[in-house]
């Protein structure tokens, strides 16, 4: 666990926090999927040379806006780096429950977080943002800790992890194989396949296994089911994620229930948790629930990560556009107040 202090907190509050009443506001940061540590560091999906902490930007952001800043490792980057160091921890006792309940650990350790935050800062109203598997994570810990003030959401997915899986191998994909249809017969003939381009090398060194009559013929059909074979083929762990999943409520529920401040911060062009989540929340918002807790703001030209593309296809990630940063700070600085009132949930 990390603590940072705001910027410009006035002399003589200790660097632990604790009982500090400079610190009226502290956020903590609640990664997206895969193994991630207090960075979020996205570098490895960005372009070649390009560094992109993401949780470091946007955590330099909330502290020149008054906020604490708290950070941790997420579980399943520690453990792989423990295996890495000592292959012989898969057999312990520890890892084999993490292994058997990932999801569970994921939100136990966002509410054992927003409690420590609590605890070393009992001034301060505590929040919680979370990206990607995030948002999930943070509204379930926000169902159950009344601690935890107001949550912010980024690259928000209203539907369980398959649905998503779906979107992102099975549908997202489909475009390289129209753009590679020549055509438009549905397939993709000897002659298309020869085209150059990456998307045909990689077809082309698949077929053996995409080709399931044999006639040297891909049609979409075939294409589809070896993007699905992907999902059908569980990861390890994959099961136990979705049978928890199944256990928690679904987020749109914890929405409707929550009384204190929920923020959608969404990109347009976000192709992993499209747009189209966060929207249906807002639909449901203004037709049935009417709720003036719930806040959201779209940005046109923007991914997973509030960052730049080039287009809904684009998977390039980037470092956070620094207008849309500005523009989330400045919204949860207003809808997260410091003054006394509406802590809890």
């Not at 604790?18 to 570098?43: C, F, I, K, T």
């Not at 993709?188 to 077809?203: C, I, N, R, S, W």
């Not at 347009?268 to 959201?296: C, G, I």
Request: proline letters at 6%; aromatic letters at 10%.
């Amino acid at each position: 666990m990390k603590l940072e202090l705001p910027d410009g907190l006035p002399a003589g509050v200790g660097a632990a926090g604790v009982g500090a009443p400079g610190v009226v506001r502290a956020v903590v940061l609640v990664h997206g999927s895969g193994p991630q540590n207090m960075d979020e560091d996205l570098s490895a999906l960005s372009a070649p040379g390009v560094q992109n902490r993401w949780f470091v930007d946007v955590g330099t952001a909330f502290r020149k806006k008054g906020f604490a800043v708290v950070r941790y490792d997420k579980r399943s980057w520690v453990a792989r780096e423990r295996l890495g160091k000592d292959p012989r921890w898969v057999k312990s006792r520890e890892f084999t429950a993490y292994a058997a309940d990932p999801l569970r650990y994921f939100v136990e350790d966002a509410r054992a977080a927003a409690r420590w935050t609590a605890r070393i800062m009992p001034h301060a109203k505590v929040f919680l943002l979370g990206h990607s598997e995030g948002t999930f994570v943070v509204l379930q810990a926000a169902k159950e800790e009344p601690s935890i003030a107001g949550v912010a959401l980024v690259g928000f997915g209203a539907v369980p992890l398959d649905a998503l899986l779906y979107e992102q191998f099975v549908y997202r994909s489909l475009r390289a194989f129209e753009e590679a249809d020549g055509n438009r017969d549905g397939k993709l003939d000897a002659v298309e396949l020869k085209v150059p381009g990456a998307f045909q090398e990689t077809v082309r060194a698949q077929m053996v296994v995409l080709d399931g009559d044999g006639d040297g013929i891909l049609d979409r059909s075939e294409y589809m089911a070896g993007n699905l074979s992907n999902i059908l083929l569980d990861s390890p762990s994959v099961g136990e994620y979705r049978e928890r999943e199944a256990k928690y409520p679904r987020p749109a529920a914890v929405i409707a229930a929550l009384k204190c401040p929920v923020a959608f911060f969404q990109g347009e062009w976000d192709n992993q948790t499209p747009a189209w989540n966060a929207k249906a929340v807002e639909l449901l918002n203004r037709a049935v629930w009417k709720k003036s807790n719930l806040h959201f703001r779209f940005f046109k030209g923007l991914g997973h990560a509030l960052d730049p593309r080039d287009s809904y296809h684009d998977l390039v990630y980037r470092p956070i556009d620094p207008g849309a940063l500005e523009a989330m700070m400045t919204d949860l600085d207003r809808i997260w107040p410091a003054a006394a009132g509406g802590k809890g949930n």
